[in-house]
């Protein structure tokens, strides 16, 4: 009896085995790369008031969505079901019809404390599951930042990495004429909203970079002629200068850890990396070569850093352990290479290069393969990722043949090189820094 | 006193003329056995012209053909029934004499109906015959009963030979899904795959997709099969998603899959790998 059971478990296996075997098998390897259609229903309310923060909620939902190049809202008046509840399964043959691939539903409800409470659903139309629900309690006044997150929310559940919805940019708001150019730092929302200038003008400032931690950012400033790293508290208006350097100091940037500022110190015609602890205020000398290092920026892991040397005879980008050893060169290509940002990701590493009088903004992995060009033109410089390291932002000016220089701007463009978009700003902007997400 | 005019040829260095004999004959051998490895140099020979480049496809060709082995002892009998048929063929030609002649081997698949009038005929006939020829009359039935006989093994005998042919056609040949159809599928697909291009990691992200089809080639269930993996990576469960979508996508109904070979493909195994298409 026991040999016939285990015959039998052999001839069920066996069985399987030759069916498995026989199963057809085809892979695809091609596809299209398209904004994913999603529909975005209007989001409810009962009262007056509750209808308005909806169509607040619901048009800066949208608007986040659509500025990611990710994702189309599919226009409302193909909408075949009017969707009122949150709490109900959506018809979803009605809108599988026009394409909607994912479906957002919400409401909001003004609580008898006057907080507001928005509620949201994301369901996938084709497997009819829910993909995600979340409820927000808040002040009515918070409404943008609690828009921006239910966005950063569905961002996230839809591509995998974490949205960059509630976040600010800093950047050098231009204006006046070429000769006497006024350049103050500004910050914004992401989205434009919320705009401050956080310096007089009065002084010129260059390449704000934002702490990973703190509403703080380190910059580069004139003041007294002199240029010199400085941080700036952006809540209080706080300005200190970083070490006490002897000579110029340049190209600053915070560790990943938020502790650790790395920059340039010029002295005597050469050019070398410091850090300089927060904490302790401790420095350390990183390079020593004669020439120009400069430029640093941290691995997201603290192990690595890429700066920009010229001690191969041209500006090229070289990666070195956090100690300043091992120094390898990892850009290849022709033209001069400068200011390396690692991405938050750590997969990438983005660069400025000039070649044949052309500006190219692009990326390689840190061991210098892979590099491709995401932007080109008469100047594309200084890019800056944002905190999940799938969108780089940069400065851009044209200059049409036959006509004058155009403006300064800052633009945004996907990681793959598609979705190139221009960040409004009120003045000329330039040097753009992205914050991390706010808390 | 004449002077001859004498000419004076120069002196042959004979040491030189054997060195020189030698070389030459060292070249000419040389040229010999260069000629025979190389073959003779064709000087009429047309310049080359390069033609643009073809672009060409490249598919990924199954491990096995689809053609099982044809078992050549039944094409045998097969032939040894032909051949018989047309004996019988003679035969019937033979003992009908000239009233029954059937030359068209189609005319075997007429009608029963058809088949009975000429038997009636052809008994109306040899009646008469008989009449004329009382001696033959043996001869006559024997020959009614043959061609029933024939008739009906001729009916046989095709009926076999449609049978055996329906096991020996392509369709049976080829029941495995041939490269051009498993293709026309890859297309099918790709044209509602939405890739996660610039995601992390991209060149580890392929996602298989067990589908289960009906015989319109409209899927009826689909599911992925790395559950696990779905679980603990967000980025592999955003390209998941994406290959489930495009496999249920109503854009991708009927998918191009020969009904024939419904019992390959009812269910298929759709591997979806963004690597090539990122680069990495």
């Not at chain 1, 100047?379 to 004058?404: C, F, Q, S």
Request: proline share 5%; charged share 25%; net charge positive.
């Amino acid at each position: 009896m026991f040999y016939l059971k285990k015959i039998l478990i052999i001839f069920i296996f066996f069985l399987f085995v030759s069916q498995t075997k026989a199963e057809l098998k085809i892979d695809i390897t091609s596809g299209y790369s398209k904004p994913t259609p999603i529909g975005i229903s209007a989001f409810i309310g009962i009262t007056s008031e509750e209808k308005e923060v909806s169509r607040q909620v619901h048009n800066l939902v949208k608007a986040d969505l659509e500025r990611s190049g990710l994702f189309r809202v599919i226009d409302p008046k193909a909408y075949i079901q009017k969707i009122s509840s949150v709490n109900i399964h959506p018809r979803f043959s009605d809108w599988r019809i026009i394409n909607a691939q994912a479906l957002i539903v919400g409401q909001s409800k003004i609580e008898s404390d006057g907080d507001i409470k928005i509620e949201f659903r994301l369901w996938d139309v084709f497997a009819e599951q829910q993909m995600a629900g979340w409820a927000f309690n808040t002040t009515r006044s918070n409404w943008r930042q609690i828009s921006h997150r239910i966005a950063d929310k569905i961002y996230e559940r839809l591509t995998g990495e974490i949205g960059y919805f509630d976040t600010r940019i800093a950047y050098v708001a231009e204006s006046g004429p070429q000769k006497k150019r006024i350049k103050r730092l500004a910050i914004m929302d992401q989205d434009g909203a919320n705009h401050r200038f956080l310096t007089n003008g009065k002084n010129l400032v260059l390449t704000p970079r934002f702490s990973p931690l703190r509403q703080e950012l380190t910059y580069l400033s004139y003041i007294g002629r002199i240029p010199r790293v400085y941080l700036l508290d952006i809540e209080t208006g706080r300005q200190e200068i970083v070490g006490d350097f002897p000579g110029m100091t340049f190209a600053p940037r915070f560790s990943p850890l938020g502790d650790e500022v790395i920059l340039t110190l010029a002295d005597k015609g050469n050019s070398d990396i410091y850090t300089l602890n927060l904490k302790t205020n401790i420095t350390k000398q990183l390079t020593t070569y004669s020439g120009i290092d400069t430029s640093p920026s941290y691995s997201p892991n603290s192990k690595e850093i890429a700066f920009n040397s010229d001690r191969g005879g041209s500006p090229q980008i070289y990666v070195m352990k956090s100690n300043g050893k091992k120094i390898k060169r990892i850009s290849f290509g022709k033209g001069n290479y400068s200011t390396p940002v690692w991405s938050p990701r750590g997969d990438y590493i983005a660069f400025t290069k000039f070649h044949q009088n052309i500006f190219y903004v692009g990326v390689m992995t840190p061991q210098g393969k892979g590099e491709r060009i995401i932007a080109k033109g008469f100047l594309v410089e200084g890019p800056t990722w944002t905190p999940n390291g799938r969108m780089i932002a940069y400065t851009k000016k044209d200059h049409p043949i036959g006509k004058k220089e155009g403006k300064t701007n800052i633009y945004l463009i996907d990681l793959t090189g598609f979705n190139e978009r221009e960040i409004i700003t009120p003045l000329e902007a330039s040097d753009p820094a992205w914050s991390p997400l706010l808390q | 006193m004449s002077i001859n005019h004498l000419v004076f040829q120069p002196l042959k260095n004979e040491v030189l003329d054997k060195k020189n004999y030698l070389i030459q004959s060292f070249l000419l051998h040389l040229c010999v056995i260069f000629m025979v490895y190389y073959g003779f140099p064709n000087i009429f020979k047309y310049k080359t012209e390069f033609l643009p480049p073809l672009p060409i496809e490249i598919i990924n060709i199954s491990n096995k053909t689809a053609a099982p082995k044809v078992n050549f002892q039944q094409n045998k009998e097969k032939d040894i029934k032909q051949k018989d048929y047309t004996t019988k063929e003679d035969n019937v030609k033979y003992h009908a004499e000239d009233k029954i002649v059937i030359d068209d081997p189609d005319a075997i698949a007429l009608k029963k109906t058809d088949l009975k009038k000429i038997e009636k005929k052809k008994i109306i006939i040899k009646v008469d015959k008989i009449k004329k020829k009382p001696n033959q009359l043996q001869s006559v039935l024997k020959s009614i009963e043959q061609i029933k006989k024939d008739i009906s093994d001729n009916k046989k005998s095709k009926k076999e030979i449609v049978e055996k042919d329906e096991k020996l056609t392509p369709k049976k040949l080829g029941m495995t899904l041939t490269i051009s159809e498993i293709d026309a599928i890859r297309r099918h697909f790709e044209k509602c795959w939405n890739i996660p291009s610039g995601a992390r990691e991209a060149g580890n992200l392929a996602t298989e997709i067990k589908a289960r089809f009906n015989k319109e080639g409209n899927v009826l269930n689909a599911r992925i099969l790395d559950i696990n993996r779905m679980k603990r990576d967000v980025y592999f469960r955003t390209a998941a998603e994406s290959a489930l979508r495009a496999v249920l996508n109503p854009r991708c109904k009927n998918a191009p899959l020969p009904i024939d070979k419904y019992d390959k493909w009812k269910n298929i195994t759709l591997n979806f790998d963004p690597k090539s298409v990122i680069g990495y």
